[in-house]
C-alpha cells in the first residue's frame, strides 16, 4: 500500500465519506451481477460509521436497491441513478417514451447487454469481442439522444439518462446536508469526474481509485487501497 499521507491524516477531522460503487468499493468485474464488495468494504464502511464523528454515502449509477444489496449494511445512506434516486425522494414517473426511441435504435452486436433501471438504461459492451468494439462504441455515438436526456460514457458502456442529475450535484447536495463535515469523494470512472469538480470547487478533498486522467487531487490504486483508507479513518482521532 502507498496512501498519501495528507490522505491518511484525515481521519483527524469529522469526515463525510462519498464513495462511488463499481471500482471503487468492488472490483470491476466482467457482468455487473457479479460484482461483490471488495473484501473488508461493508465492514470499514460500519467501522466508519461506527466510529461516530464520520459521515458516509454511496453514490452509484446503479439502483438504490441493487448497490444496498450488495453492500448490505443498512445505515448507509445509498443515492442510485447517478444521483437521481435519493432514499428521502419518490421518483418521478420514468420517461418511458425517451426509452423507447433509445431502446429501437441500439445496436444489437453478440456480447452488447442492455441493463434496463427502469428510469435509466446502460448499455455494456464488455463482452464485446475486443475488435469489436469500437465499432460498437460508434454505434452507440449514433443512437438518437431524446431532448432533456443525455448519454455519459463509463468503463465499457454507455448510460442514457435523463439530464438535470449527475454526481457532481449528488455531492454538493450531500456536503450541504453535513456542513460540519469535509467531503471526501472516492471514485474511479469518467461520471465521478463530475463531483472531483464539483467538490474542488468547494474545498472538497477527491481521490481518484486506478489509473486514467483525472481532475481528483489524490490518487489510491485499487478498491483494497481504499478499503485499507476507510479503515484508517475509522480508528478514533489523535489514537
Ligand atoms: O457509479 P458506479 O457505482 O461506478 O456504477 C457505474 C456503473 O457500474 C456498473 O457497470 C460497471 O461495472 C460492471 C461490474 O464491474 C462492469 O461489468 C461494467 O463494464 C462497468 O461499466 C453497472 O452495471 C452500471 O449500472 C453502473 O451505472
Given at each position: 500500500m502507498n496512501i498519501a499521507d495528507p490522505l491518511l491524516n484525515l481521519r483527524e477531522r469529522p469526515l463525510l465519506v462519498i464513495c462511488d460503487y463499481d471500482?471503487?468499493?468492488?472490483?470491476?468485474?466482467?457482468?455487473?451481477?457479479?460484482?461483490?464488495?471488495?473484501?473488508?468494504?461493508?465492514?470499514?464502511l460500519k467501522a466508519l460509521l461506527a466510529a461516530g464523528h464520520h459521515r458516509a454515502a454511496v453514490v452509484?449509477?446503479?439502483?438504490?436497491?441493487?448497490?444496498?444489496?450488495?453492500?448490505?449494511?443498512?445505515?448507509?445512506?445509498?443515492?442510485?441513478?447517478?444521483?437521481?434516486?435519493?432514499?428521502?425522494?419518490?421518483?418521478?414517473?420514468?420517461?418511458?417514451a425517451a426509452l423507447q426511441i433509445i431502446k429501437a435504435a441500439l445496436p444489437d452486436a453478440p456480447g452488447v447487454r442492455h441493463e434496463e433501471?427502469?428510469?435509466?438504461?446502460?448499455?455494456?459492451y464488455r463482452e464485446v469481442p475486443e475488435p469489436d468494439q469500437p465499432a460498437v462504441e460508434t454505434a452507440l455515438s449514433s443512437v438518437p439522444v431524446p431532448p432533456g436526456w443525455e448519454v455519459i460514457a463509463g468503463k465499457k458502456v454507455r448510460e442514457f439518462r435523463p439530464s438535470g442529475h449527475g454526481?457532481?450535484?449528488?455531492?454538493?447536495?450531500?456536503?450541504a446536508q453535513f456542513p460540519g463535515h469535509l467531503p471526501v469523494f472516492l471514485g474511479d470512472d469518467v461520471t465521478d469526474e463530475e463531483a472531483f469538480?464539483?467538490?474542488?470547487?468547494?474545498?472538497?478533498?477527491?481521490?481518484?481509485?486506478?489509473?486514467?486522467?483525472?481532475?481528483?487531487?489524490?490518487?489510491?490504486?485499487?478498491?483494497?487501497?481504499?478499503?485499507?483508507l476507510l479503515r484508517v479513518w475509522a480508528e478514533p482521532p489523535g489514537g
Open positions: 471500482g471503487t468499493l468492488a472490483p470491476i468485474v466482467t457482468r455487473p451481477e457479479d460484482a461483490v464488495p471488495e473484501p473488508g468494504a461493508p465492514e470499514a452509484t449509477g446503479r439502483r438504490v436497491a441493487e448497490a444496498a444489496a450488495f453492500l448490505n449494511v443498512p445505515e448507509l445512506m445509498v443515492v442510485g441513478l447517478h444521483g437521481m434516486e435519493w432514499p428521502d425522494q419518490e421518483l418521478h414517473p420514468p420517461d418511458t433501471k427502469g428510469w435509466t438504461l446502460a448499455v455494456h454526481k457532481g450535484r449528488a455531492a454538493l447536495r450531500l456536503a469538480a464539483a467538490l474542488r470547487e468547494r474545498g472538497g478533498v477527491t481521490v481518484k481509485v486506478g489509473e486514467g486522467q483525472t481532475a481528483a487531487e489524490y490518487r489510491v490504486a485499487s478498491p483494497a487501497e481504499v478499503v485499507a
